[in-house]
């Protein structure tokens, strides 16, 4: 889904399993302190993903800012899958 980070490569190590996931460097929460943002844009890609995971069957304990990432694009994503319940 386009407003969901997306997982590139998943590999094994003698330490652990890991995840590369797409690079998404900031978190929402000091985009939210802007007067200017967050955009209409934004507010409908957060909607938009929110919505396919709930339609999924999947749900957040706890959804917060840093649960919202963005792109130097301003592309917003939801991440922290590995909270979902």
Do not use: W
């Amino acid at each position: 889904h386009p407003n969901i980070v997306t997982a590139l490569k998943a590999f094994t190590t003698n330490s652990g399993f890991y995840i590369v996931l797409e690079h998404m460097p900031l978190f929402f929460e000091p985009i939210v302190r802007s007067p200017a943002y967050p955009d209409a844009r934004q507010l409908a890609q957060i909607i938009t993903g929110v919505t396919y995971l709930v339609v999924k069957g999947f749900e957040y304990g706890s959804f917060t800012c840093s649960n919202i990432l963005l792109n130097t694009d301003g592309d917003v994503k939801i991440g922290r899958q590995d909270v979902l319940i």
